[in-house]
C-alpha cells in the first residue's frame, strides 16, 4: 500500500482541468502514493475524465461520487477514506498543479523532522497577489530553520502568526500525517468561505510539530472556486461575509484562553461586518433592496453588526 494518499475534491464544468492536475501527480519524483478522487455531485464526471489515463495510471485511483456536500464536505469524505496503511495525507484541488518535487521535499521534511503538518508555498496570477511565500516567514525573528536545502522552517507560536494573516497557507500545499487526518475534519457547513482556515487552524492546534518549506509545491489555477467567484457586489457576498464571521467566531471559542489571539480574531471579525455592511449601501446606492433576511439573522447572533451599521451611519452623516 502507498505512503501517501492524496485527496481531490472534485466540482468542474470544464473538460481538461483534472487531467492537468493528474499529469502533475504523475510528474512527482516520490511515486509511493495513491490517489482519493471524490466527485462532489460535479456537472462534469470525474470518471469520464480519467478515460484517457493507461491502466497503470487509472489502476491508483479510486473514484468516490457523493451527492453534493461542498468542498469540505468533499474532502471530508476522502480523509473518511483513506487506506489503513497510509501515513499522510496530501489535498490537491482539482484544479492546482504540483511541483515534481512537492511529495518528496514532503516526505522527506515530515519523516526527518518527526512532523505531521508540512505546507510548501504556492504560486498564482495577479489575482492571487495577495498570498505570499513562506521565505516571507523565513525572516521573522523566532524563525528555527531545520533545513536549508530545501528550506525548511518551524514558527514557535505559528497558529498566532496564521491567525494574523493566513495567506501563506493553501490546501493544495498541505500534507498532514496520521495524527490529523484520523481525527481532524472540516467544517462543511461553511461553503462560501473559511473552512480551510477553521482546518488549518485545527491542524495546527492539534499537531506535534508544524514544517514550512520555502520551495514553491504548487501553482494555483483557474477552474471552479467558490470563494474567487464572488465578488464584492455578487448577490452571494453578503452570505459570504456572514460565512467568514461565523467561522471566526468559531475560532475565538476556541481560542479562549489566549488573549492576545482573540484581540486579533475580533479585529477579523468587525471587519467581515463592514464590508457585509458596505456591500448592502452599495445595493441602494444602485437601487436595489439589501437583503434583510440575511441581515436579521446576522443581527439575532451578532448583535454587534448593530453597532456597525450605527458606526457606519454616524460616519456617512456626520459633516
Not at 489502476?59 to 468533499?74: D, E, K, L, S
Not at 483557474?222 to 457576498?237: K, L, R, T, Y
Amino acid at each position: 500500500m502507498a505512503s501517501i494518499t492524496i485527496v481531490i475534491p472534485f466540482y468542474q464544468r470544464q473538460t481538461g482541468i483534472l487531467q492537468r492536475a493528474l499529469r502533475s501527480i504523475s510528474k512527482q519524483v516520490f511515486q509511493d502514493f495513491d490517489i482519493l478522487i471524490v466527485d462532489d455531485e460535479s456537472p462534469l464526471s470525474a470518471v469520464s475524465e480519467l478515460q484517457s489515463l493507461g491502466d497503470a495510471e487509472r489502476a491508483r485511483i479510486t473514484v468516490i461520487r457523493q451527492a453534493n456536500a461542498g468542498p469540505g464536505g468533499a474532502r471530508n469524505t476522502g480523509l473518511d477514506n483513506v487506506p489503513a496503511a497510509s501515513r499522510f495525507v496530501a489535498f490537491l484541488d482539482s484544479d492546482d498543479e504540483w511541483a515534481p518535487e512537492h511529495l518528496s521535499n514532503a516526505f522527506e521534511a515530515l519523516t526527518r523532522h518527526d512532523g505531521d503538518c508540512y505546507w510548501d508555498s504556492i504560486h498564482g496570477g495577479e489575482g492571487f497577489s495577495y498570498h505570499f511565500g513562506i521565505d516571507e516567514l523565513a525572516k521573522l525573528p523566532d524563525a528555527v530553520r531545520l533545513s536549508d536545502t530545501p528550506l525548511i522552517i518551524e514558527l514557535p507560536d505559528i497558529a498566532s502568526v496564521m491567525l494574523k494573516d493566513w495567506s501563506f497557507l493553501h490546501l493544495s500545499c498541505m500534507v498532514i500525517g496520521r495524527p490529523l487526518f484520523e481525527k481532524v475534519r472540516f467544517e462543511a457547513a461553511l461553503r462560501l468561505a473559511a473552512e480551510d482556515v477553521l482546518f488549518f487552524c485545527d491542524c495546527i492546534m492539534a499537531a506535534r510539530r508544524v514544517l514550512l518549506c520555502e520551495d514553491a509545491g504548487a501553482l494555483r489555477g483557474e477552474g471552479v472556486n467558490i470563494f474567487h467567484s464572488v465578488d464584492n457586489d455578487s448577490p452571494e457576498f453578503l452570505h459570504q461575509q456572514f460565512t467568514a464571521w461565523t467561522a471566526l467566531n468559531t475560532l475565538e471559542q476556541r481560542f479562549s484562553r489566549r488573549p492576545q489571539d482573540i484581540v486579533t480574531i475580533r479585529a477579523c471579525k468587525n471587519r467581515a461586518r463592514q464590508q457585509a455592511l458596505w456591500s448592502q449601501v452599495r445595493q441602494l446606492r444602485r437601487r436595489k433592496w439589501p437583503q434583510l433576511g440575511l441581515l436579521v439573522k446576522w443581527a439575532w447572533r451578532d448583535p454587534g453588526i448593530l453597532q456597525s451599521a450605527m458606526q457606519l451611519a454616524v460616519g456617512k452623516f456626520t459633516p
